[in-house]
């Protein structure tokens, strides 16, 4: 069974570009996850996705954020425009159930110059 | 404020040489207390998911337990391939799957 598939496994872009992360969970897990990682911080969570709807946005930092998760399936997590502080390692997890354990993938590695 | 902190932050072993790391929550309610791997540059690799105070998981050589208060990850005669970040997230039980990650335990064991 293919596990929790991330891409690009790294961006570079300057201050103010767009950019667009995808995440393929593990078929057949309705819930997605995104989570990030700042330098020297703890992971932190953005949102999850029940199929293609949002249940928690909660960590969403602002509206430069944008998740999608069209046709329950894979989704995006956009950042229009980019700021330095959101350098970090993107993860995105999938999971079973919503108390199930939650699979992640490698991370997209972003890094805003 | 719901908390998680792992200690110590960092961790030396000697091959075969036993140890545990802590895992201490201060939550409003708490769902599941979850124990991920982290190697360098890669995803976190789920291990065990701990429901209710008392539950114990093992794996090979690691065993997880559970308290009201805090959670300690066993490791009896570690080798050179357990070095790694070790995890701890709480999971509330609010409705959200939302995990709360403490900063990680990161362990080196040398032969």
């Known amino acids: 069974e293919a596990g929790v598939t991330q891409f690009p496994s790294h961006s570079v872009i300057e201050k103010g570009q767009t950019v667009t992360l995808r995440c393929d969970p593990i078929?057949?897990?309705?819930?997605l996850y995104w989570y990030r990682r700042v330098m020297g911080k703890e992971i932190k969570f953005l949102l999850h996705?029940?199929?293609?709807?949002?249940?928690?946005e909660s960590g969403m930092p602002n509206n430069r954020f944008l998740a999608e998760r069209t046709g329950g399936t894979y989704s995006t997590l956009k950042v229009q425009p980019a700021e330095l502080e959101d350098s970090g390692v993107y993860f995105c997890?999938?999971?079973?159930?919503?108390?199930?354990?939650?699979?992640f993938g490698p991370g997209t590695r972003l890094l805003v110059l | 404020e719901d908390q998680v902190t792992q200690s110590p932050e960092a961790l030396r072993l000697q091959e075969g040489e036993s140890s545990s790391l802590n895992c201490s929550y201060t939550?409003?309610?708490?769902?599941?207390l979850f124990w991920y791997r982290q190697d360098p540059g890669k995803g976190p690799e789920f291990l065990f998911t701990?429901?209710?105070a008392g539950e114990e998981k093992e794996k090979e050589r690691l065993k997880a337990t559970l308290t009201k208060k805090e959670s300690f990850l066993h490791i009896t005669a570690p080798k050179p391939e357990d070095s790694a970040t070790y995890l701890c997230?709480?999971?509330?039980?609010?409705?959200?799957?939302?995990?709360?990650f403490g900063q990680g335990t990161t362990l080196q064991v040398k032969p």
């Open positions: 997890a999938s999971s079973q159930t919503v108390q199930g354990a939650q699979y």
């Open positions: 078929s057949g897990h309705d819930n």
């Open positions: 996705f029940v199929k293609e709807s949002k249940q928690d």
């Open positions: 939550v409003s309610g708490l769902r599941g």
């Open positions: 701990l429901y209710s």
């Open positions: 997230a709480v999971q509330l039980g609010s409705g959200t799957g939302k995990l709360i």
